[in-house]
Nanobody, 122 residues
Framework: QVQLVDTGGGSVQAGGSLRLSCTSS????????MAWFRQAPGKEREFVAA????????LYADSVKGRFTIARGGAANTAALQMNSLKPEDTAVYYC???????????????WGQGTQVTVSS
């Protein structure tokens, strides 16, 4: 059973940056897709970004394009989400996910991290 651990959340002012990490308990195979979703209070879970591990392809929600970057992290079996130029509307719990389908749909991901809070103040 693969377990994912989300780290790196916190509180920043608008315009600031945060880096989230997602570490897998098992090896991430080249066919795997890593992704981040977020959920704000009272709102549905929302796609943020996805990364095809072997090919290095990336997919972003329009709301974060140009500000967020998803890629391999520095450590083994770790993905990272670099978030720059943060806005108050980015405030949410961020969840990393892993699966086999390159998709913005959360139902396509089998494994989930526990989530980490990101709060952006104006």
């Amino acid at each position: 059973q693969v377990q994912l651990v989300d780290t790196g959340g916190g509180s920043v002012q608008a315009g600031g940056s945060l880096r989230l990490s997602c570490t897998s308990s098992g090896r991430i195979f080249s066919s795997a897709v890593m992704a981040w979703f977020r959920q704000a209070p009272g709102k549905e879970r929302e796609f943020v970004a996805a990364f095809r591990w072997g090919a290095g392809q990336t997919l972003y929600a329009d709301s974060v394009k140009g500000r967020f970057t998803i890629a391999r992290g520095g450590a083994a079996n770790t993905a990272a989400l670099q978030m720059n130029s943060l806005k108050p509307e980015d405030t949410a719990v961020y969840y990393c996910a892993a699966g086999q389908f390159y998709s913005p749909l959360w139902t396509q991901y089998a494994y989930w991290g526990q989530g980490t809070q990101v709060t952006v103040s104006s």
